[in-house]
């Protein structure tokens, strides 16, 4: 235990206090002991160099439980605290709100900078190549540069933040942002002048560092080599951080990525032929027979890719929009799968003989400005090459890896694979590193434990050594009074011919009795396209506007219409059951047409089921079941965001009440007030719900 005097969970818990400094400088605050609770935990994770894990439910107050810890040990310990939270929305609302309250309830000073993604920056060298006319541009991309002309030479941050342009324009940003592919680094001759660079160097000077889980993982896979080292880790929003880290841990040998970088070597259309090489053969005439010999290398190449993918193609036994296809061991001695093996070496000897050509090429032109491009050009199919390599060469038949391919319209357009236990690699590169660790979310507890949560993320390995505390605050909400769910109990299964009409019908004359402000949640693209297809008439008919994700417009835009329009109603599926926070009358309603659970054909869920067997663990108790109620946690604790809140989930999907399983959903909701209904009597139970 580190002991100090300013920092003890006393010092701390004052400032909650009725009379305290965060009632004297926060409108609108309220004491509640959730919060307290919370901080102090906190507190004494960061002196007893512990981890926590918090569930705390909505309206604890979570973010402000933990920043002022964060930023008083920060202080105090001379110590750098780094925030990390999944979505933008709450790293915007960190920087631009919270933190800055605090420097007014602590009045004292601390400096804190948010820590993105290269991506959101400028890059000079893309910009400047374009600028110089070095880079083909189409229409809307010309259109983009002169629309970010002066900005791009007046900003101080590179921040794509500051833009505000239409997204059709916004959509090219790509041409001029920093990647981690096209970056020039030492040789680069602007990096001193580099955002990307300025950012990461102020970090340095930071007491707290917000950042988000994707960029956390980032450096955590270069060993730590983005952020500057750090000792304490908060990480909000907690309960997707292990799919996260399975999606980070993953590897692609994509045919389009690689295509993308021979076309930067060479390409032809009607107009002719482009590409660097061609640049470079008007250049340099001397070279010309390796700029013939790696042209047709790089064709040859892009054949063999185009086989190999072909005959993937024939395992795929549904042409379905867009999906996965998990190996299975089976597949390794199929004749599709050993001609693809084949393919695949015949196009790794392709591409080694490609770079070989192309690094002779690089010798003669490296101490040129060309030099650095095609620098980048090599590393990227060297990068791809040593990637394809261990998909296809190790983690295809290990045990502990998990191998799928990806499919579009039809097609495979690439093969990736990830670890089946991403929680071992984050105890590894992650938490062993740490003093303390806190992980809070509104939604990690199942029947008020923690096994499952422990397990996923990789800290169950802590158990034994007592290093990690939980703690669950319940929201404060009155839940007994502001909600009521209602299960409908007829509704046809989802094969059944009727079930698009049946739950049409009852969402239509849901919608007309609560007058719109419904959130509809699906688990299903083709359930939502039909069910869809059958209400947008009657929807217009009765002046209900009807907002469905994909037909209607991107989230943010569907989101923005839906607060901004009487009598809508708004239907969506995965990112709508965890991105909306809607307070008051804007939503009234919230209707869940199936238990969320995942398809086995997501590779998360397979990696999962395939841990638990071997673990002699039945998947669907320990993996399916777990997860799919923390997502009907996150999709119904939609509803109620504040005090003043009342309003109904509706769930159209009688297992909730029929199978034994029901009841690890009902009861890890804080919602109790529970009824099961036939579909003629909702209206009148709506109706009485509405008169309290
Ligand atoms: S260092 Fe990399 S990101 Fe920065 S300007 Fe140069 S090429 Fe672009």
Not at 461 to 477: A, E, I, M
């Amino acid at each position: 235990m580190l002991a100090m005097e300013g920092f003890n969970p006393k010092v701390i818990t004052e400032y909650f206090a009725p009379e305290g400094r965060m009632a004297a400088s926060i409108p609108g605050y309220r004491y509640r002991e959730e919060q307290v609770n919370l901080a102090e935990s906190i507190t004494n994770a960061f002196i007893d160099q512990e981890f926590l894990v918090s569930e705390a439910g909505t309206g604890v107050g979570k973010t402000y439980a933990y920043l002022i810890p964060a930023i008083l040990w920060a202080q105090e310990q001379k110590e750098k605290v780094v925030i990390s939270t999944r979505t933008r929305a709450l790293q915007q609302q960190l920087t631009e709100k919270d933190i800055p309250d605090m420097k007014k309830v602590l009045g004292t000073e601390f400096v804190f900078v948010e820590a993105k993604g290269r991506e959101n920056f400028l890059c000079w060298n893309k910009y400047m190549r374009i600028v110089a006319g070095r880079k083909r541009l189409e229409p809307e991309e010309r259109r983009f540069i002169e629309a970010i002309l002066r900005w791009a030479e007046d900003t101080k941050s590179g921040d794509r933040k500051e833009l505000t342009l239409d997204s059709s324009l916004m959509n090219k940003w790509g041409i001029v942002a920093a990647d981690r592919k096209s970056c020039l680094r030492d040789s680069c001759p602007y990096s001193d002048k580099c955002f990307r660079l300025k950012m990461l160097k102020s970090l340095e000077k930071a007491d707290i560092i917000v950042t988000n889980h994707a960029l956390l993982l980032s450096d955590m896979l270069v060993e730590n080599s983005i952020l500057p080292k750090y000792s304490y880790l908060i990480i909000d929003e907690a309960h997707t951080f292990d799919r996260e880290a399975f999606d980070h841990l993953s590897l692609r040998f994509s045919q389009s990525d690689i295509n993308e970088t021979l076309q930067l070597l060479f390409t032809r259309d009607k107009q002719g032929e482009h590409g660097y090489l061609q640049y470079l053969r008007k250049k340099y005439p001397g070279f010309s027979s390796l700029f013939t010999e790696i042209v047709d290398l790089s064709d040859s190449s892009s054949k063999i890719l185009q086989n190999f993918f072909n005959v993937l193609k024939k395992s795929l036994t549904d042409k379905d929009y867009s999906y996965t296809r998990v190996l299975q061991w089976q597949d390794q001695e199929t004749k599709w799968m050993l001609k693809a093996m084949d393919l695949y070496l015949e196009w790794q000897n392709s591409i080694i003989l490609l770079i070989s050509k192309l690094n002779s090429l690089n010798d003669e032109i490296k101490e040129t400005e060309e030099g650095n491009e095609l620098e980048n050009i090599l590393q990227s199919l060297s990068e791809y090459s040593y990637e394809a390599s261990v998909i296809m060469e190790e983690n295809i038949d290990q045990q502990d890896k998990i191998t799928w391919l990806e499919c579009e319209r039809g097609q495979v357009v690439a093969v990736a694979s990830s670890e089946l236990d991403a929680g071992q690699v984050l105890h590894e590169r992650l938490y062993s590193k740490l003093e303390s660790l806190v992980m809070v979310s509104a939604t990690l507890a199942i029947e008020e434990g923690y096994d499952y949560f422990l397990t996923r993320s990789g800290l169950n390995t802590f158990k034994g050594d007592d290093r990690v505390n939980t703690l669950l605050q319940q929201s404060p909400f009155n839940y007994e009074q502001q909600a009521r769910m209602f299960i409908i109990n007829d509704i046809p299964e989802p094969g059944e011919r009727s079930f698009a009409e049946t739950v049409a019908g009852v969402l239509e004359n849901l919608f007309l009795i609560m007058g719109g402000q419904v959130l509809v949640l699906f688990t299903a693209r083709s359930q939502l396209k039909d069910v869809a297809a059958i209400l947008r008439p009657d929807c217009d008919l009765n002046d209900i506007r009807l907002l469905v994700q994909y037909e209607d417009g991107e989230f943010r835009h569907l989101v923005d219409e839906f607060i901004h329009t009487p009598r809508s109603v708004l239907m969506g599926l995965e990112t709508f059951w965890e991105g909306i926070d809607l307070k008051g009358e804007i939503l009234k309603c919230v209707v869940i047409i199936r238990l969320p659970f995942r398809p086995p054909t997501d590779p998360y869920c397979s990696a999962a089921d395939r841990y638990c067997r071997l673990q002699n663990k039945n998947g669907f108790q320990h993996f399916m079941l777990p997860d799919a109620a923390v997502r009907f946690k996150q999709g119904t604790g939609r509803l109620i965001r504040s005090e003043e809140d009342r309003g109904l989930v509706v769930v159209l999907d009688s297992r909730l009440e029929k199978k034994n399983y029901g009841r690890v959903f009902k009861n890890s909701i804080p919602i109790k007030d529970v009824l099961l209904l036939e579909t003629k009597q909702l209206p009148e139970y709506i109706k009485e719900f509405l008169k309290k």
